[in-house]
Structure formats: structure tokens, C-alpha cells
């Protein structure tokens, strides 16, 4: 299994504002994932994060607003752009070696925009 | 286009009873199923995975069926405690959109009164 960490757990910004969320594992991963959990919702993939190259967004998901890095297989950052309170959620690390491997999820960060 | 859904989207038992959360998808050309708990305000945590090829996985009082034909799984809960109330997500891995992910359903929340 991974050990999946995120820093910060939780805070709260002010419109207008960006804050980046890290990601560590404590292992080698082929797939790292971000996804946002807005509340009482379920969780939507926001982007796959490639070691190396630019991430993969999903529909509805720009570089701009969620510009994501990975400089290596265990660490990968994910920066929340131009805030407004729509975009108060939980945002989720998460990884996986093989398509055919459990994924694993990181405690997330509970974000607040006022 | 994959969607998932889970059924009942609240449940309340006392403690002891022996229950089931239903999960349903549209598309059975999934690589494998997971289970997966949430506590309130927390991350993910994976309870079992079952590959497109099996047919059900135990993990201690859990049991988890898949029928891929009729695009169903069953999460079976026995004995319940009040320790097991929290939420609980449904989520098929599958291709779409050019690419590999985990597309998930809304959560069944568990209540288990002592």
C-alpha cells in the first residue's frame, strides 16, 4: 500500500487569492491523481498528473485555474488559482502503480474561500 | 459516457444488523471495482477491490460482489457497529474521455446506532 500525505490539511484564503497543495507518497507511483469534492458532492477527477510533461485535465479543468506539477514519482503539487468561493471543496491526492492496482487517497485539504 | 449510482443514499440500522449498499453502472467495460470508506471531512479509504474478472472479495466482516454483466455490485456489512457509520463510495475504473480513471457515485452514508 501508499502512504499518501498533504500539506496543508485545511485553510482558509480570500478571493482573489491561489494556494498551492502538496503531495508526497511515500513510494514510487506510475499515476498520480487530483480530484475536488465540493460539499455534499462526490469526488470529480480534476487532473492526471504526469512526471515530467504537462498533466492531463478532464472536461471543465484548465491549466490556468488548477496548474499542476509533478518534478518526480513520489511528490506533486496542485495550485488553486484566482480564488472564489466556488472553488471551497476537498482536494484529493491520489495514486496508483497499475490500472489494475487499488488507487489510494491522501487525507485531502479542506480549502475555504470567503 | 460511465455514471454510477448507489442506492439507498442513506441508511440508519441499529447496531448488530447485517445489511447491504447497492452500486450500479452503466458501462460494464471496467477494469475492476472499488470500495471505499469516508469518515466526515476526511480522505479516502479503500475497503476492497475487485478485479473485472472476479467475482467477489471478503475483507473480515466486509463482502463485496460484482456482476459486470448487469453492471451491479453488492457491499455486505455484517454484524454492524457503530464504529461502521460513515460513508461509503462506489467507484468503477474505467476508460473514457482518452484516458484510465476511477469514476465514482454519490455515497451511500451509514448510520449504526448503538
Known amino acids: 500500500s501508499a502512504v499518501i500525505s498533504q500539506k496543508p490539511s485545511r485553510d482558509i484564503c480570500q478571493r482573489g487569492t491561489s494556494l498551492t497543495i502538496q503531495c508526497q507518497v511515500d513510494?514510487?507511483?506510475?499515476?498520480m491523481f487530483w480530484y475536488r469534492q465540493q460539499p455534499g458532492q462526490s469526488l470529480t477527477l480534476i487532473a492526471t498528473?504526469?512526471?515530467?510533461?504537462?498533466?492531463?485535465?478532464e472536461s471543465g479543468f484548465v491549466i490556468d485555474k488548477f496548474p499542476i506539477s509533478r518534478p518526480n514519482l513520489t511528490f506533486s503539487t496542485l495550485t488553486v488559482s484566482n480564488m472564489s468561493p466556488e472553488d471551497s471543496s476537498i482536494y484529493l491526492c491520489?495514486?496508483?502503480?497499475?490500472?489494475?492496482?487499488?488507487?489510494?487517497f491522501g487525507p485531502g485539504t479542506r480549502l475555504t474561500v470567503l | 459516457k460511465q455514471e454510477v449510482t448507489q442506492i439507498p443514499a442513506a441508511l440508519s440500522v441499529p447496531e448488530g444488523e447485517n445489511l447491504v449498499l447497492n452500486c450500479s453502472f452503466t458501462d460494464s467495460a471496467i477494469y475492476n471495482l472499488q470500495w471505499f470508506r469516508q469518515d466526515p471531512g476526511k480522505g479516502l479509504t479503500s475497503l476492497l477491490l475487485?478485479?473485472?474478472?472476479?467475482r467477489e472479495q471478503t475483507s473480515g466482516r466486509l463482502n463485496a460482489s460484482l456482476d459486470k454483466s448487469s453492471g451491479r455490485s453488492t457491499l455486505y456489512i455484517a454484524a454492524s457497529q457503530p464504529g461502521d457509520s460513515a460513508t461509503y463510495l462506489c467507484a468503477v475504473r474505467t476508460f473514457q474521455g482518452g484516458s484510465e480513471k476511477l469514476v465514482f457515485g454519490k455515497g451511500t452514508k451509514l448510520t449504526v446506532n448503538p
Open positions: 498528473a504526469n512526471q515530467g510533461s504537462e498533466a492531463t485535465y
Open positions: 491520489s495514486v496508483s502503480t497499475r490500472v489494475t492496482d487499488t488507487q489510494y
Open positions: 513510494s514510487q507511483v506510475t499515476m
Open positions: 475487485i478485479q473485472s474478472s472476479q
